[in-house]
């Protein structure tokens, strides 16, 4: 689930920082860059690991500033395809289902990856709810609130940031690293799909 | 922003948990003195509800020379560590061909 990856930045350090032992503030300015953002190919960054060189430390005219070149290690999440990870369940619609893990809440079970057969019936206690039940060998298996659901990673996806016009002063700020935007309809900067052959088997151990 | 290595490594949960731990985040039910950020915390969370918080490094390092006789590919491994199956049922999705 989680990778180590090595990224090297040129960060400014601002100057009330300048109190602190250089380790520290770098790191407290890392954490604030890149905590809880989605890069591009990486994954969801979750922490810094560790930093491995510090260079530089120039002031550029004009600037009260100064500017270091780090190279780090970030731990990122990142699930390879086939990893099979626990979650609960956060909605359960037509379109399949949206499972949570606390920190990231993107992972769709879309309808043709759901277990075989099954069948659908509206759900009282949620608008637009659909609970999804899952027949095997004559049993009725519904797929709960209180369930934790295994599954198998068929597929991550990075979309692209949406290009909306009177965003544009935000684009600037969200280039490389795929920032999450506000929009109308919440974006997803990264999103899994997944397969729920594995709930099949555990629904027989209730 | 440059990217040397995108996989410098891969970790198991534990190792997470424990690099979370090591910065003090189990021991401060406050969350505000410890040296880890809200969105660590949800992690850390996270983690605390899976096998991981049970495992130890010897428990891991054991496991994988248990598990060199059987040849088996580094995802299944990983997956094995981070879900801990009790029964065949549970095993058997995991692994490709299972005897």
Redo the contacts between chains.
Sequence with gaps: MFVMSEIEHTLRLPPHLLNRPLNVAIKGELESLFLDKVIGKLGLCVSVYDILSIDGGFIFPGDGASTYTAKFRLVMFRPYVGEVISARLEESTKDGLRLSLGFFNDIYVPVPLMPNPYHIEPDPEHKNGIKWIWEYMGENYPIDWTDEIRFSVHSVNYPPLPIEQGKDSEQKDSEEKGLRQKDIKPFAPMVITVSQQLCCYYGLLK | ?????????????Y??LA??RSRGAGKDPTCVIAAV?P??F??Y??LEQ?VASHQTIEIIHKFVEDCEKYDLAK?VM??IV??RPS?A??I???IQDCD
């Design positions: 922003m440059k990217i040397l290595q995108s996989n410098a490594g891969v970790l198991t949960n190792e997470v690099l979370f950020a969105s660590e949800k992690v969370d996270y899976t995802g990983l997956n981070n879900i029964s049922v549970e058997d999705p995991l």
